[in-house]
């Protein structure tokens, strides 16, 4: 083969080469362009394949203008968040549901400081993020539901009120139907929906256990009220490790290994005592309405059945989560069983830290205090009781407890108001499968175990 010969073929190769390297390079720049485009077009489809499955992208995902799905250009507002702490916080989880169906940010609403059933005029309000964490809230409900302030509004395209339904005639499913009407055409088309009416913890209930679980979780308090609870808890357990340090016997010197008595564990119970008149009151109208008989418990009742729950055999203090107006009965401190050792606020000498405090910050340091006892006590038909148990189902569940039923596990709760077994208080967790939170807003005997 003469060089003419090689130089020609070698002249083809490149050529080919060449054409080969534009066709690929023209190949690369289809894909990229086409790729948003068959995006765009399948996105309707919730999931698309790409390249075997190497590339999965979501609808959310392609929302990137939107937060992952929650809108921050358009609003949802409320009314003013009343009542005790624990409604407060299911009427608040109540409206980030409704905005998130609404695909809406809510702004940030205002609680209630004081407590006021009836006498609206009088509420002392007090905004979300003085009582609980605003950016960690946002940070923690990412892509679920958000929250924005007034600063974030426009004024651009007006606000709409919403009337709220009431009365008999407003059905859960008449509800639901409004949302959805909201949801789209001209309401959407404004940039704040008004929600004026009732407040919203007596909203239908449209949403599972599990997704107010949600809300309930992000709800972290700001940094005062924890270290006040803290404060509490501390004295609690001093006041234990005092108490159980008395009654360690010589043993405990024949082993250097042996941790000081002054800084052995001090577990300790808190019981949500409702015994307060307008309490009983109440509890037996709602007995006599709803014909059982395993709502109202007496002081009596609930030492007994408390005092079934752990042996007497070392001294462990029982911390009463109670009304300020029984600070100055002695009687709820009398009649407890050999070892338990009752304090409350008063006794405890706490009362000092709450009395720095509006109503619903007291009552938040004592759900805090609640939440960290070894073991909780409380009443079924309470809200507080209720979400007290909620959060300390969660913390089970995430170490992987799924039934507290006849084993014991870290974190146990009861109520007093249902006798169990050789009349011990039920153990109680939530049924996280709950299709609403209707067990928990107004209260159950249906307590899982």
Not at 92 to 106: E, G, H
Not at 250 to 276: G, W
Not at 301 to 307: D, L
């Amino acid at each position: 083969m003469d060089l003419s010969s090689i130089s020609k073929r070698s002249r083809l190769i490149v050529c080919h080469l060449i054409s080969l390297t534009w066709k690929c390079l023209a190949l690369v720049t289809m894909v990229l362009f086409l790729r948003p485009v068959l995006l765009h077009l399948f996105s309707g489809c919730g999931v698309i394949e790409w390249n075997n499955q190497d590339l999965i992208l979501s609808h959310s995902l392609l929302l990137s203008s939107n937060d992952e799905g929650v809108r921050r250009e358009k609003f949802l507002e409320v009314p003013q968040i009343v009542w005790g702490l624990n409604n407060q916080k299911i009427a608040f989880a109540r409206a980030c549901l409704t905005a998130r169906m609404l695909n809406r940010t809510l702004l940030m609403p205002s609680l209630s400081a004081s407590l006021f059933y009836k006498e609206i005029d009088q509420l002392q309000p007090i905004s979300f993020d003085k009582v609980f964490q605003f950016d960690k809230f946002n940070s923690l409900c990412n892509g679920f539901v958000r929250l924005g302030r007034y600063l974030d509004l426009k004024n651009q395209t007006g606000i709409y009120d919403l009337q709220k339904g009431s009365g008999r005639k407003w059905t859960v499913e008449k509800d639901m139907e409004q949302l959805k009407q909201s949801s789209r055409g001209h309401v959407d088309e404004h940039e704040v929906i008004r929600i004026v009416g009732k407040n919203p913890f007596l909203w239908h209930d449209h949403w599972p256990v599990k997704e107010y679980a949600r809300v309930f979780e992000s709800l972290v308090f700001v940094d005062e009220i924890l270290k006040e609870a803290d404060k509490v808890v501390s004295k609690i357990r001093h006041i234990g490790r005092k108490l159980r340090s008395k009654t360690v016997t010589v043993q405990s010197d024949l082993n250097a290994d042996t941790e000081d008595s002054s800084k052995a564990a001090a577990p300790f119970i808190a019981v949500h005592m409702r015994v307060e008149i307008d309490w009983m009151i109440h509890c037996k109208k709602l007995e006599q309405r709803s014909g059982i008989n395993q709502i109202c418990s007496s002081k009596q009742e609930i030492m007994q059945r408390v005092g079934n729950i752990v042996s007497s055999e070392s001294p462990t203090v029982v911390y009463l989560a109670v009304a300020d107006s029984l600070l100055n009965d002695s009687s709820i401190l009398r009649g407890w069983m050999k070892g338990l050792l009752p304090f409350e606020k008063k006794k405890l000498r706490v009362d000092g830290i709450y009395k720095r405090h509006p109503y619903l910050i007291q009552s938040a340091i004592d759900y805090m205090v609640c939440s960290m006892a070894d073991i909780f006590v409380g009443n079924s038909y309470s809200t507080f009781s209720s979400l007290v148990v909620l959060e300390r189902t969660l913390k089970m569940t995430r170490m992987g407890i799924r039934n507290s039923c006849g084993i014991d596990v870290r974190w146990p709760s009861y109520a007093y108001n249902i006798p169990g077994e050789s009349n011990d208080p039920q153990k109680w967790m939530t049924n996280m499968s709950d299709s609403s939170l209707q067990a928990i807003s107004y209260g159950s005997n249906a307590i899982s175990c």
